[in-house]
């Protein structure tokens, strides 16, 4: 059973357009995280959020954490081909990290 | 600044084979984790290790043993490979409880595939 789940599984875009990215749970979290994994290498952390409305922004791509902090958003704007990639979100799970199955994102040049 | 570090990078095993997945880290974490991933299904954790001489299992432990003898190293046992075992592995080390805003640095995977 998985306890954070994404949508969508897969996600193919045009270079310049943008694009948002959810990670739900029935679950409360103390904290989620987002980290992006590209093809051959492990996941690195993209951002931390730990209060329940938190907006944090890094450059393009926006973070959102939900007022109930059951759920999570990753918004970028103005996609660009560098920024294909697997997105996985993560929750703390009893001080163990729990992943979400990712969202595969492909931007075209 | 090598951070993780994990060998092999890639594997076959036969059926029944053992073989033991190495992890160092040279960033004093004492926090330590061993993931499998498979395609669609995001990490699913194996074991955990919370410093030296202590280990837990996570989501999917049965058919792996763990070991933590010293900070560094969290090496990964397969005993008796099987099928289902063939994943992509990934070990991640941080230096607290993630859930304090801390960060999991992974090192780059052992594809293993069971023949």
């Known amino acids: 059973t998985q306890l954070l789940k994404q949508s969508p599984q897969f996600l193919s875009i045009q270079e310049g357009e943008n694009l948002t990215v959810y990670c739900n749970s029935s679950?409360?979290?103390?904290?989620l995280q987002w980290y992006r994994q590209e093809p051959g290498e492990g996941p690195v952390l993209l951002v931390t959020?730990?209060?329940?409305?938190e907006v944090k922004k890094l450059k393009r791509l926006t973070f959102q954490f939900g007022d109930a902090r059951k759920d999570s958003s990753l918004h970028i704007t103005a996609a660009q081909p560098g920024d294909t990639g697997l997105y996985l979100c993560?929750?703390?799970?009893?001080?163990?990290?729990?992943f979400g199955a990712g969202t595969t994102v492909t931007v075209r040049a | 600044n090598a951070g993780v570090t994990q060998t092999p990078k890639f594997r076959i095993l036969k059926i029944g084979q053992s073989m033991t997945l190495q992890c160092t880290q040279d960033?004093?974490?004492?926090?330590m984790y061993w993931y499998r991933q498979d395609p669609g299904m995001g990490l699913k954790l194996i074991y955990y290790?919370?410093?030296?001489?202590?280990?837990d299992k996570g989501e999917v432990p049965n058919g792996y043993n763990v070991s933590r003898s010293t900070t560094e190293d969290f090496p990964l046992r397969l005993e008796l490979a099987a099928p289902s075992q063939t994943s992509v592995y990934f070990c991640?080390?941080?230096?607290?409880?993630?859930?304090?805003?801390?960060?999991?640095?992974f090192g780059q995977g052992t594809r293993l595939t069971v023949v």
């Open positions: 991640a080390s941080s230096y607290g409880v993630v859930s304090l805003n801390t960060e999991a640095f």
């Open positions: 679950s409360v979290f103390s904290s």
């Open positions: 959020v730990v209060t329940g409305g």
């Open positions: 993560a929750g703390d799970n009893d001080y163990k990290l729990s």
């Open positions: 960033m004093n974490h004492n926090y």
């Open positions: 290790s919370v410093g030296a001489g202590i280990t």
